[in-house]
Structure formats: structure tokens, C-alpha cells
């Protein structure tokens, strides 16, 4: 199984709503990722989990929670999102930290396409 | 002037013509990867180099460390090759960014 699968495709929410993205992998990969895709842009990171630790936030506003419950998954959970919020967001995982040289593969999920209205 | 440059930027192929992608870049790394992403929007890795070249079916990657740069190829292009093809780096020094990326190539071949 060399699947991220993500959840939901598609979603729509008001700024007021509360919502939740799921990523789930059974890779055994320890490093999992979140990042931001605006329309014909390259993916922007937002948030690196190492062993289920948070080892990098981008400087993501705090309407933006990840949260790791176990190895194999990745939650994003929003809150009080503004319209300029609305992008494919996508999630990766690699065997393990890829920095200071180390290289691996990452392989990333179909992404969930959020709508702030 | 951005550490991963790509081009060309946007690229339209008749079916079966070879097709080249190249990237260039300006640090140090530690491997080059080549992405392609649909419309749809998934990510699909398809090389990571640190060295020399790799085939896969019709894709083929290479990479000059001396010359930082690195070029993709597709052999007999055909329509569902239609994608965005994306050059990201890994740096060599401890980097918090983990991957850096291109802006992408545009490809559409046309039947």
C-alpha cells in the first residue's frame, strides 16, 4: 500500500463553520506534512509532524490546528477561515524527516479543495 | 531570484514528440525530485535523483551536479502525459523547508 488518502475531496465552508481534513497512510512513514496550494502556484508547507511531534509550523495563523493522534494519521481542523483560505491543501508523508541531507521520497495524497465562503 | 527555476513555464506538443523539462538550480542539495500533478490536483513522485539518470517507461531523468541542473524528458508524448510537471529540491544544509519547489511546467499535448 503506497496510498495517502485524503478526506474529504471537496469541501464548503462558511467562516463561522467548524471542519476537519483527514489524512490517513499505512506506509510506516514516521514524517507527515500539510501544505497549502493556491491555483497554479507551487504546494506552500504549513505543518511537519516527526513521530507524531509538531517539528515545524510555517508560521501558519492559528485558525490552522493540526493534530497527529497516531502514526498513520494526520487531522487539519479549521476554524473561522477567511474566503482568501480557499485552496487545495495537501497532504504528504515520508519514511522520515527529510532534512539536513537526508534524502526520501514523498508521497503525497489527491489533496482536499476547501471553499471559504 | 528563486532557488528552483523551471522552464519553460508552459508547453504545447503534438502526440508523439519528444518533450524536454528543465530546472535549474542555485543551492546545494542533496536530491532533485520530479513531480507530476494532474488537474485533479494529486501529486504523483516520479524520479528522485542525486546522480546521473533514471528511466521510467517513456519518462527520463537526469541530473549534472556540477552544472546544477537537471532535465526531464518524455519519450513519445502522448495526451494523458497533459500535466503539471514540478521540480522541487532537497537542500544539503539542515532546512526546515524540507522540499523546495519550482513554479511548474505546464504541458499539454494534443492528439
Known amino acids: 500500500d503506497t496510498e495517502v488518502t485524503q478526506t474529504p475531496k471537496h469541501l464548503v465552508m462558511g467562516m463561522t463553520n467548524k471542519k476537519s481534513l483527514k489524512c490517513e497512510q499505512h506506509m510506516g512513514h514516521r514524517a507527515m506534512y500539510w501544505y497549502k496550494q493556491k491555483a497554479k502556484k507551487p504546494p506552500e508547507l504549513m505543518f511537519v509532524?516527526?513521530?507524531?511531534?509538531?517539528?515545524i509550523n510555517e508560521s501558519v495563523p492559528s485558525r490552522f490546528s493540526p493534530e497527529c493522534p497516531n502514526s498513520s494519521l494526520l487531522n487539519l481542523h479549521l476554524h473561522a477561515l477567511q474566503p482568501e483560505d480557499s485552496a487545495l491543501y495537501l497532504c504528504a508523508s515520508s519514511q522520515v524527516l527529510l532534512a539536513g541531507g537526508f534524502t526520501g521520497e514523498l508521497f503525497f495524497g489527491e489533496g482536499s479543495r476547501l471553499t471559504v465562503l | 531570484k528563486n532557488e528552483v527555476e523551471q522552464s519553460p513555464q508552459n508547453l504545447t506538443a503534438q502526440e508523439g514528440e519528444f518533450i524536454t523539462i528543465n530546472c535549474s538550480y542555485s543551492v546545494g542539495i542533496s536530491a532533485l525530485h520530479w513531480l507530476q500533478q494532474h488537474p485533479g490536483g494529486g501529486i504523483v513522485s516520479l524520479f528522485m535523483l542525486s546522480s546521473g539518470k533514471k528511466k521510467h517507461g517513456r519518462l527520463i531523468a537526469t541530473i549534472n551536479i556540477q552544472e546544477k541542473h537537471s532535465s526531464l524528458h518524455i519519450t513519445a508524448s502522448h495526451p494523458r502525459d497533459s500535466a503539471v510537471y514540478i521540480c522541487a529540491v532537497s537542500l544539503s544544509s539542515g532546512s526546515a523547508r524540507q522540499l523546495t519547489f519550482g513554479s511548474g511546467t505546464q504541458l499539454t499535448v494534443l492528439p
Open positions: 509532524y516527526s513521530y507524531e511531534k509538531l517539528s
